[in-house]
C-alpha cells in the first residue's frame, strides 16, 4: 500500500447516508410525480364509487383489472424502454401477431400449449429484429419501430386475411376471465404481479436498472462508466417483444377471437399510461410504481366516465387533456419558478455574475 | 433551503403535477355526476331502457340506425342512449357491453365488431337479463336473442335488376361489377341476380362480370376495360357501393355518359352527385334506420314477453307493420329501398 492510497481511501469508501441527500425520505418519497398520481387514483375511485350507482361492485374491479392486464403486461417493459431513452412503438401489432399465430396454429391442428411457445418465441423474434435495428444498425427506435409497426401488422392481416379464428379450449378462455372466489380479483392478476414483482426488482436494484437510468440520462457518460449500452437496450426490446406476445396470447383467450385487427392502437394507450405515471419521454426518469398507478388512472378514469354513459370522444378530451397537463404542468412551474424565484431569490449563481461585471 | 420542498425543482414539479392532475379530476368528476343524473334514470328495471351501441361512434350509417332506434324507443315511452367505441374493435365494444350489463339496461341494440369476441360479454349481459338484439353485424345465434337483417338477399337482387330493365328494357348486355369474388354477400346477390335474369328475362345477357375489391381506383380502372371490351354495353349492376361511386365516376367523365346505365348498391351521400348529373338514375339499399326501429320494437317485445326470438313468432313494430321472427331468430326489415333524385335529399349517410 502507498501513501496515496491511504489517504484517498476513506473518503471514496464513505458510504453516502440519507443525510447526504437534499431532503429526508419522507419527501422523496411523498412529493413525486409518482405520488401525484396514486393520490389521483385514489380521488378517482372515491369519487366514483360515492357518486355513479352500481359503480362500487367487485364486478367493476374484475372487468377494470381484466381490461387492463394487456396494457400492464406492456407497459413494463415500456417502463424501461422509454428510461433507457429509446420508444417501442411495434407492441400493439407484435399482440396482434402473437393473436394471430395463435389462432392460425391452433386452428391447423397444433397443440395450444406448444402453439404458445411459439408465439412467445414469435415475439423474442420481433424483439430481437427490433433490437438489431437500433442497437446493431443505428437506427432511431422511432423510425424502426414505426416501421416494424406497420410490418408485423400486415403480417397479422396477410396470415388470416378478413377471417377470423373464434374457436379455444374452455379451459383456457375460462382461465384469462376467472375470478378468485367471492372476490372481483381476477386469477390473471398473479401472473402480473408476478411480473411487476420482477420488472420492479429489475429497474430499481439491479446494477442492471441503474444502467438503463444512466443510459436514458446520458448515453455516452453510461458507456465509459461502464454500462453496456447496447446489450442493455437489445435485452429491453426483447423484453418487450416478449411481453407483448404474453399480452396477445392473454388477449386470444380473454376475447376468445384471433383475428389480424385485434389490439390496433394500443401502443398509444400504454405510451400515455407510462408517460401520465411520470417517466420522461427523454429518458432517464421514472419509477414503475408510478407507472401501475398511471395504468390503473387512465383505466379507471375510461370505466367511470363509461359508466356515467359519457361518450367516448369525451372520453378521449378528458385522458387526452389529463395527459397533457401531467406532462406539460412540471415544464411550465419550472419555467414559471425560473422567472419568478430568479427574481425574488436570485441563485448564488446569478449574483456571482452580477460580481464579475 | 434545499431542503425546502416547493423550492427544490422536484417539490415544483410534483406540486404542479398534483394540481393539475386534481384539477382534471374534479373537470372529470363533475362530467361523470352530470351525466349519471340523467342516466340513472334509464337504469331502471321498469320502465324501457335501450341503448345502442354501433360499431363505432361518428359514422354516417350507424348515425342513421341510431336516429331509428331513438325514433322508436321514444314512441315506445322508454329511455334511449348511445354508447360506443371511437374505433371499431371488439375488445373496446366488450368494455361498453359490460357497463351496459352493469347498469341493467333493458335491451342493447348492436351491430358487433366480431361474431365471437363479444360472446362472453354478451352471455354475461343477457344473465342479467339485458335483452340483446343485433342488426347490420350480426353475432354466433348462441350469444343474442334476435337479428334484424337489412332485406333478404333475393329481394336486394331482385331490386337491383327491376332498377335497370325499368332503364334499358329487358334485353341486351350488360355487366356486373362486384366486390370480391370470395365475400358470401355478394356471391349470393350476384347468383341471386344470375337466377333472376335467366327465369325471367331470357334476353337480357350478363357478358361480363369483374370485381374491384372494393378499391375505388381498381373499381374504376376495371369499368373502363370492361366498357372497352364489350362495346355494346347497355348496362352495369354494381353491387357494391364503392364499386358503384368508381363506376359513375368513370362514365360520368367519358364517352359511354348518357349510353350506358347503371344501378346497384349505393350509399345516398357517395351517390348524390351522379344522381344529379344523371349518370345514375336510381339505385338501391336497405335503410339503416329502419332497421335501428325495427331492432327496438323487438326488444321492448322481448322484454314484455310477447315474443322469446324463436320462428315463427309474430310481433309488431310500429310504422313498419308486423313481422314474423324467421329461423335462427332473424328478423329482415323488408324490400331495399329505391333511392333517386325525388327522395336522396332525405337521407344523409
Not at chain 1, 362500487?56 to 415500456?78: E, K
Not at chain 2, 361512434?57 to 321514444?74: H, I, M, Q
Amino acid at each position: 500500500m502507498t501513501e496515496t492510497d491511504t489517504l484517498v481511501a476513506p473518503v471514496t469508501r464513505e458510504s453516502r447516508k440519507y443525510a447526504a441527500y437534499g431532503s429526508p425520505l419522507w419527501q422523496r418519497v411523498l412529493l413525486t410525480r409518482e405520488f401525484a398520481v396514486i393520490i389521483a387514483v385514489i380521488i378517482v375511485a372515491i369519487v366514483a364509487c360515492s357518486s355513479i350507482p352500481k359503480f362500487a361492485t367487485p364486478l367493476t374491479l374484475s372487468y377494470l383489472l381484466l381490461d387492463l392486464t394487456p396494457v400492464l403486461l406492456i407497459a413494463l417493459p415500456m417502463t424501461l424502454i422509454l428510461i433507457s431513452g429509446e420508444i417501442d412503438l411495434s407492441v400493439a401489432s407484435t399482440v396482434g401477431i402473437s393473436n394471430v399465430v395463435l389462432g392460425f396454429l391452433y386452428a391447423g391442428g397444433v397443440p395450444i400449449e406448444l402453439a404458445m411457445v411459439i408465439c412467445l418465441a414469435v415475439g423474442l423474434f420481433v424483439g430481437a429484429l427490433n433490437g438489431f435495428l437500433v442497437t446493431v444498425v443505428g437506427l432511431p427506435s422511432l423510425a424502426v419501430t414505426i416501421g416494424t409497426l406497420a410490418l408485423f401488422r400486415g403480417i397479422a392481416v396477410g396470415i388470416l386475411g378478413t377471417t377470423s379464428i373464434t374457436t379455444f379450449p374452455a379451459f383456457y378462455k375460462s382461465l384469462a376471465n376467472a375470478n378468485f372466489p367471492r372476490t372481483g380479483i381476477p386469477l390473471v392478476m398473479v401472473l402480473v404481479a408476478a411480473l411487476v414483482i420482477v420488472f420492479a426488482l429489475l429497474l430499481h436494484f439491479t446494477p442492471f436498472g441503474r444502467g438503463i437510468f444512466a443510459t436514458g440520462r446520458a448515453r455516452e457518460v453510461a458507456r465509459f462508466s461502464g454500462v453496456r449500452v447496447k446489450r442493455t437496450k437489445f435485452i429491453l426490446f426483447l423484453l418487450s417483444g416478449l411481453l407483448a406476445s404474453l399480452a396477445g396470447i392473454y388477449y386470444t383467450f380473454r376475447y376468445g377471437s384471433s383475428r389480424g385487427d385485434n389490439a390496433v392502437g394500443l401502443e398509444l394507450t400504454v405510451i400515455a399510461a407510462v408517460l401520465l405515471g411520470g417517466v420522461s419521454i427523454f429518458g432517464g426518469r421514472g419509477a414503475l410504481h408510478g407507472v401501475i398507478a398511471g395504468v390503473v388512472l387512465i383505466g379507471l378514469l375510461q370505466s367511470a366516465l363509461r359508466f356515467s354513459n359519457v361518450t367516448s370522444d369525451v372520453i378521449n378530451i378528458v385522458t387526452g387533456a389529463l395527459l397533457m397537463a401531467s406532462v406539460v404542468a412540471p415544464t411550465v412551474f419550472a419555467w414559471l419558478k425560473s422567472r419568478l424565484f430568479s427574481r425574488f431569490f436570485p441563485s448564488p449563481h446569478a449574483t456571482r455574475k452580477v460580481r464579475l461585471q | 433551503m434545499n431542503t425546502l420542498p416547493l423550492r427544490s425543482r422536484r417539490g415544483r414539479a410534483a406540486l404542479a403535477a398534483l394540481l393539475a392532475v386534481a384539477v382534471g379530476f374534479t373537470a372529470a368528476g363533475c362530467t361523470g355526476t352530470d351525466a349519471n343524473a340523467t342516466g340513472s334514470t334509464s337504469a331502471g328495471s321498469e320502465a324501457l331502457s335501450i341503448a345502442y351501441l354501433p360499431k363505432l361512434l361518428g359514422n354516417p350509417y350507424f348515425d342513421n340506425a341510431s336516429k331509428g332506434a331513438k325514433e322508436a324507443t321514444t314512441a315506445l315511452g322508454g329511455t334511449f342512449t348511445e354508447v360506443g367505441p371511437a374505433v371499431a374493435a371488439a375488445d373496446a365494444q366488450v368494455s361498453y357491453i359490460n357497463t351496459l350489463a352493469q347498469q341493467q339496461v333493458g335491451g342493447v341494440v348492436l351491430s358487433a365488431s366480431d361474431p365471437s369476441a363479444l360472446g362472453q360479454a354478451l352471455t354475461t349481459a343477457r344473465e342479467a337479463g339485458t335483452k340483446v338484439v343485433t342488426f347490420d353485424s350480426d353475432v354466433e345465434p348462441q350469444y343474442r336473442d334476435m337479428f334484424v337483417g337489412p332485406a333478404t338477399d333475393e329481394s336486394i337482387s331482385k331490386a337491383m335488376v327491376d332498377q335497370l330493365v325499368a332503364q334499358i328494357g329487358d334485353s341486351g348486355d350488360i355487366a356486373i361489377l362486384g366486390a370480391s369474388a370470395n365475400a358470401a354477400n355478394q356471391n349470393a346477390w350476384i347468383g341471386g341476380m344470375n337466377t333472376y335474369i335467366a327465369s325471367n328475362f331470357p334476353n337480357l345477357k350478363v357478358v361480363d362480370t369483374f370485381y374491384g375489391n372494393d378499391d375505388d381506383q381498381m373499381s374504376f380502372d376495371k369499368t373502363a376495360a370492361s366498357l372497352q371490351k364489350n362495346p355494346n354495353l347497355k348496362g352495369i349492376i354494381a353491387s357494391t357501393n364503392v364499386g358503384l361511386a368508381a363506376a359513375a365516376r368513370y362514365i360520368s367523365q367519358s364517352s359511354f355518359k348518357g349510353k350506358v346505365a347503371l344501378t346497384g348498391l349505393g350509399t345516398p351521400n357517395a351517390t348524390k352527385a351522379f344522381i344529379q348529373d344523371g349518370t345514375v338514375k336510381s339505385f338501391v339499399l336497405f335503410s339503416p334506420a329502419d332497421m335501428g326501429y325495427l331492432a327496438s320494437y323487438a326488444i321492448d317485445a322481448l322484454r314484455k314477453g310477447t315474443i322469446t326470438g324463436t320462428e315463427g313468432d309474430k310481433f309488431s313494430a310500429g310504422r313498419l307493420g308486423d313481422y314474423t321472427v324467421g329461423a335462427n331468430g332473424v328478423v329482415y326489415v323488408g324490400a331495399p329501398i329505391i333511392f333517386d333524385a325525388s327522395n336522396i335529399d332525405q337521407y344523409d349517410f
